[in-house]
């Protein structure tokens, strides 16, 4: 199955963008930060690092939801780390993406396979990852990492 995704951007000024992503959808605003904008809405790495920590999220949750386990709330936190390449350009070199969930390890009878799968299922993440290195870790309720 092959699907289509589109939205339209207008530029409101300098460097902000709306974000309209049709239907009854809320617009945003995107923005560079300083220098070059106002900082007035996301920048597109804040806008990356969302798309790609609500989906590794969400692929987590789903794996979780497959085996028929309750992961309780999940908090994740995604970082870049921006820097200059070979010919001085700033580009995203590699994401973070730390997923919390409220559950105690122990009791997810299915963990292993859930940590193994969820990356997988992530339809954003997964693409993502082939260009830009990205380190995926999972701590439980009591602060375990259970994986990275």
């Known amino acids: 199955m092959t699907e289509t995704h589109s939205i339209t951007l207008r530029q409101v000024e300098n460097f902000q963008f709306s974000h309209d992503y049709g239907g009854s959808k809320p617009t945003l605003i995107s923005d560079e930060p300083p220098p070059l904008g106002a ?11 969302s798309a790609v ?11 979780m939801k497959k085996f028929r386990e309750a992961p309780g709330a999940i908090n994740t936190t995604a970082t870049a780390t921006v820097g200059r ?12 993406i730390a997923i919390h969930f409220a559950a105690e390890a122990a009791s997810v009878s299915h963990l292993a396979r859930v940590l193994e799968q969820f ?3 992530c339809t954003v ?11 995926v870790t999972v701590t ?3 602060g375990t990492m259970v994986k990275g």
């Open 125 to 135: 993440g997964a693409a993502v990852a082939r260009g830009i290195p990205t380190r």
């Open 140 to 142: 439980d309720g009591t």
């Open 39 to 49: 900082a007035a809405g996301p920048s597109p790495v804040q806008l990356l690092l």
């Open 53 to 63: 920590g609500s989906c590794m999220s969400s692929s987590f949750n789903f794996a």
């Open 119 to 121: 990356e997988s299922f």
């Open 85 to 96: 390449d070979e010919a001085n350009h700033l580009r995203v070199q590699q994401l973070e």
